[in-house]
């Protein structure tokens, strides 16, 4: 690994006497991920005594590429899994899975209509049960036509309110899986940057409204 980075040093080397910058970071990029401990006193060519300026920018900004690039995968990583826990949560419980990425009112949304459609359906199977009782229990003489219209009507309309259950539900599960976690917010956004310069590293400072 040391044969590696030291040749991949000299590389990127050339690559900056040549004023190609950005292919002496992918370079130094390279030698960071195969080598972590690799640090800017490596620099430090053979018969020099401290590490060149050029070289020690650009190998600092492909460090900081090189972590940002590892935070980014992170990050993807734990929204995947926020993903997974919020589906299974939205499964059991509409709306929890919606709460647990950071989405309160869309929880309390998804929750709401849930139990609405839920309400609704049990209310429809009742309606449904009272008219099957009318039409069974029905004397003689009654108008068997219009009973058994009611019932069968209110038959439809509770399979259709246990579709709406389930479509809603559904809905809830595939929001939560697909939504992914929310991003914190406030009124500003701030982030600090290295960057090369005319003379070395510098910090930027970045803020977004």
Known sequence: RKERSTVRKYIAVDHIQLGKGEKAVEVFK??????PDFNMDDLTLEGEEKPDPEAVRYFGQAVLEVRREELQARAAQLSLTSRKVAFLRSALLPGWGQ?????????????SMTSASLVYAVLARRWYKDAQGIYKKAPRGADF????????SKADRMNLTLGLVGAVWVFNVLDAAI???????GPQRLSLNLQPSDHGLQVAFTKRF
């Open 30 to 35: 390279d030698l960071v991920n195969d080598n």
């Open 99 to 111: 709460r647990y990425q950071g989405y309160r009112g869309r929880g309390y949304m998804m929750l």
């Open 179 to 185: 939504q992914g976690p929310a991003l914190p917010r």
């Open 145 to 152: 036509s219009k009973l058994y219209d009611d019932y069968t």
